[in-house]
């Protein structure tokens, strides 16, 4: 079993601590600045193994972004003039 602690705590601020000069306090007030600078991603255990690092990371995602980019095409589409061959009359290829 445990022994009891005897050191015991209380929940009162020390008397070093003035309250009145403690008001005005925000919260949150740098929560957007966090944020903004932030952008963590918790990866699975046996990819982080393949990419230990960061730049392993930036360099495996721009390379699959430039080549999403590259499969899909460009945005906008000429339409080509509709060209259909006209077979000759006579004898057909062989």
Same mark, same amino acid.
């Given at each position: 079993m445990k022994k009891a602690s005897t050191n015991k705590r209380t929940d009162e601020l020390r008397p070093e601590y003035d309250l009145s000069k403690l008001k005005g306090g925000v919260r949150g007030k740098y929560? =957007?600045?966090a944020i903004a600078g932030t952008n963590l991603v918790l990866i699975e255990p046996e990819l982080a193994?393949?990419?230990p690092d960061t730049e392993s &990371?930036? =360099?495996a995602l721009?390379?699959?972004a430039d080549t999403a980019e590259a499969a899909a095409g460009p945005t906008w589409r &000429? =339409?080509?003039p509709n060209k259909r061959l006209k077979r000759t009359a006579g004898k057909p290829a062989a």
């Open positions: 929560y =957007r600045q193994k393949v990419f &990371v930036n =360099r721009r390379l699959l &000429v =339409r080509a």
